[in-house]
T-cell receptor, first 119, second 113 residues
Framework: GAVVSQHPSRVICKSGTSVKIECRSL??????MFWYRQFPKKSLMLMAT?????????EQGVEKDKFLINHASLTLSTLTVTSAHPEDSSFYIC???????????????FGSGTRLTVV | GESVGLHLPTLSVQEGDNSIINCAYS??????FIWYKQESGKGPQFIID?????DKRQGQRVTVLLNKTVKHLSLQIAATQPGDSAVYFC????????????FGDGTTLTVKP
């Protein structure tokens, strides 16, 4: 099945520093990936849609200069939280769209998430 | 605006009983619905999906029912096991291939031994 590997699983960083989160599709090519943010005991909130070879599409209210997304290859998308602050502490999750051979519709698979703590 | 929500934030069931988790959505144009399970500290895990041209779909121990008239979705888990304890989310997509999912708030299922 389609597997997405997300790293790191946990990261602690100091305020003002930047953190990069990677999301790789292991056995398929992901032309489209999605980045979500999740607060404790809350649902997933879509931050942006990442398309290979083009600029990401950000949801309303998400700062694109704060959350840099790069999707330079068909198997890798990265989210960089720049100049991190404590309020950026959250659980970040990537998702990729895939389509099995012969299938009409797409399926969606998720990474295991990254717990970011900014101190 | 659109929203996807669940009727109850928590559900506690006895091991072996059946569980029913409900979800209401507001966008009548939604054509694809997915149920996810999320364990603590992990990403969502696909359970089952259903498209708007269906009203029922069954998997292994799980059944999803879709009532488009009242915009209601439910997940039924048969013979609930301790390993089923998790947060369950419903998600809806307007266009199956566009990929933008709107997630409900989640229902925490606790299975008592």
């Amino acid at each position: 099945g389609a597997v997405v590997s997300q790293h790191p699983s946990r990261v602690i960083c100091k305020s003002g520093t930047s953190v990069k989160i990677e999301c790789r599709s292991l056995d398929f090519q992901a032309t489209t990936m999605f980045w979500y943010r999740q607060f404790p005991k809350k649902s997933l909130m879509l931050m942006a849609t990442s398309n290979e070879g083009s600029k990401a599409t950000y949801e309303q209210g998400v700062e694109k200069d704060k959350f840099l997304i790069n999707h330079a290859s068909l198997t890798l998308s990265t989210l960089t939280v720049t100049s991190a602050h404590p309020e950026d502490s959250s659980f970040y999750i990537c998702s990729a769209r895939f389509r099995d051979r012969g299938a009409v519709h797409y399926g969606y698979t998720f990474g295991s998430g990254t717990r970011l703590t900014v101190v | 605006g659109e929203s996807v929500g669940l009727h109850l934030p928590t559900l506690s069931v006895q091991e072996g009983d059946n569980s029913i988790i409900n979800c209401a959505y507001s966008n009548s144009a939604s054509d694809y619905f997915i149920w996810y399970k999320q364990e603590s500290g992990k990403g969502p895990q696909f359970i089952i999906d259903i498209r708007s041209n269906m009203d029922k779909r069954q998997g292994q121990r799980v059944t999803v029912l879709l009532n488009k008239t009242v915009k209601h979705l439910s997940l039924q888990i048969a013979a609930t096991q301790p390993g089923d304890s998790a947060v369950y989310f419903c998600a809806e997509l307007h266009n199956t291939n566009a990929g933008k999912s709107t997630f409900g708030d989640g229902t925490t299922l606790t299975v008592k031994p």
